[in-house]
């Protein structure tokens, strides 16, 4: 349960980052390579932090081992852990995360900066059914 409640403060800490610097998102991301580069890395952070959680309620839960990171969220679902519609939506930060890792070169400003930072509420929501799953345990 510790290795739960450290991982959610990582996410906390890198949401409250990301938040403090996505003012200016669309200008800064093309014109300074270190805000860019900053902000990836946090997002990629973010996104890699929820999959491990997931993966560590889970385990917690007894669920069933996933194959994949997106699977995981599908888990949480299955179990009542997130609400499934939100589950399969959310599921989609782990492909996310695997753009962010490997075709990073490809990023455009308009969809970290619009889409994806419109977004961060749904990471908030993902960390507020977890922590009412494990009080209801």
Known sequence: MERIRHKIGRIEEHIALIRSIKDECTERFV???IYRGALLHYLYLLADCCIVLAELVIKHKG???CQSYA???DILGE???LEQGFAY???RIA???NFLAHDYEKV???IICGQILGQLEDV???VDQIRAALRQA
């Open 31 to 33: 014109t300074d390579p």
């Open 63 to 65: 669920l069933r081992h």
């Open 71 to 73: 699977e995981a969220f």
């Open 79 to 81: 179990g009542k852990i």
């Open 89 to 91: 939506r959310f599921a």
């Open 95 to 97: 492909g996310f995360r």
């Open 108 to 110: 455009d400003a308009a």
């Open 124 to 126: 908030d929501l993902f």
